[in-house]
Every structure is written in C-alpha cells, then in structure tokens.
C-alpha cells in the first residue's frame, strides 16, 4: 500500500509538468501565429488570438511556481506587455508619418517574432527562459 502511495506521488508532477508544458506550447503558438503575421506584410491574425493566449498564461502561471516552467509563464506575458505599449507609444507615427509608423511596428513585431522563438527553443530543450 505504502509503495502504491509513492507511485501515485511520482507520477503527479509529471503530470503536472506535461500539462505545462501543452500549455505553454498553445501558448506560444498562438504567440507566434501573431508575431509571424505581423511581419509578413498583408496576412492578418487576430488580436483576439493573442488575448487568448495571455489569458491562458494569467490564468496557469500560478501553476506553474516553484517550476522550470514559470519563467516561460512571465517571459509570454511580460512580451506581449511591452509590445503593447510599444504599439501603443508609436501608433501616433502612423498619423504624423507612414513610414517611421511602419519602420516602428516592423521593428517591434520582429522583436516580439525573436522573443516567441527564443522562448520555444528554451522551452524545447527543457530550460527556463532567462530574462
């Protein structure tokens, strides 16, 4: 009995972590359908799928403390943060300027692209993503 209890102990984290770690693959994926639209000039993907993976990783960070995993959780939500406000701060170059507008949104979007893959090649080999 006592060996079945430990059994059952060992298999919970990893059940835990690969749950974490599905999670964190929709995730990304989700964060790079976006991040690769938006680099490549007319193709379009909704905001709404990159409001669906921040709610996804506001929602399961907590499960994730005390994990390798957590800084995956921080990494995608703090990335779609600054681009954000990154947007948002430049979005008045698109009135003044299309060019510099275009320049600025090009520049973060790739930024946002390198951040997305950076994180998926750390979570693919198993590490944290170091800030």
Partial sequence: MNNRNNDIVDIEPDQRANSLKAIGWVS????LIVAVAAVIPSAQAS???LLIALVIDLVKRGDA???WQASHFSWRIR???WAGVLYVVTAPLWLLFLVPGWI??????????YRIVRGMLA???GRPIDA
Avoid at 104 to 113: M, T, Y
Wanted: glycine letters at 8%.
């Fill in 79 to 81: 990335s779609v943060i």
């Fill in 47 to 49: 905001v709404a799928l």
């Fill in 123 to 125: 979570m693919s080999n």
């Fill in 104 to 113: 600025a949104w090009g520049l973060i979007s790739l930024w946002f692209l």
């Fill in 28 to 31: 990304y994926i989700l964060h």
């Fill in 65 to 67: 403390e005390g994990t």
